[in-house]
């Protein structure tokens, strides 16, 4: 029997009951109830970020200083070698190093050039808070973290005296209300 009809014939105003879940619960929908509204959201979700990742690239040069007539000379080259990390902004030596006596050269050295930035944002997207639910119905959670707005159903149908499982994920809420 619709609430304002049984107000009419027991000469009593419809009384509003309102319920709010935070979190998991069942609803048990009075007898003389078959219609509520519905309004709620799910949880927020997580804002995207934006880093920074820096990537260098520099050319390295070996010298190596010939036993034979002292005269240094390029020995092997590597360009557009790639590394992580901050760098120095400027291009250095490497101390000279002895080598072995098989070695054509007496000494080696490894010069690099300026790093050269090509630096590049890394982004992560944000994420959607999961849906809360009940009674057929889908409550959005928000997208990043930004204030969730309620999905409202007014006049939603339901059985007198039937029982509905809400579910509400930890930061949502659903709050339902009827006239008895």
Same mark, same amino acid.
Do not use: H
């Given at each position: ?42 949880p927020r ?19 190596? @200083?010939?036993?034979?007539?002292? =005269? *240094? ?7 557009? $070698?790639?590394?992580? &990390? /901050? ?11 002895s080598t ?51 999905? @409202?159903?007014?006049?939603?149908? =339901? *059985? ?7 579910? $509400?994920?930890?930061? &949502? /809420? ?7």
């Open positions: 029997m619709k609430a304002w009809l049984f107000a009419l014939i027991t000469g009593r105003r419809p009384q509003l009951v309102t319920q709010t879940f935070t979190a998991n619960g069942v609803l048990v929908v009075p007898a003389s109830v078959n219609a509520l509204n519905m309004s709620g959201y799910g979700g997580v804002n995207g970020s934006t880093s920074r990742v820096d990537q260098y690239k520099r050319d390295i040069i070996y010298y190596g @200083v010939r036993k034979s007539d002292g =005269v *240094t000379v390029v020995d092997f080259q590597q360009f557009g $070698v790639t590394a992580q &990390g /901050s760098a120095p902004a400027f291009a250095y030596c490497d101390a000279p190093v072995g006596p098989t070695s054509e050269y007496s000494s080696t050295q490894a010069c690099y050039s300026n790093f050269v930035d090509t630096s590049y944002d890394f982004t992560t997207p944000p994420t959607t808070g999961a849906s809360a639910t009940g009674v057929g119905k889908t409550f959005p959670g928000s997208t990043g973290n930004v204030a969730q707005t309620p999905t @409202v159903f007014t006049n939603v149908a =339901v *059985t007198p005296g039937a029982s509905y499982n809400i579910v $509400v994920p930890t930061g &949502g /809420s659903v709050t339902i209300s009827y006239y008895v």
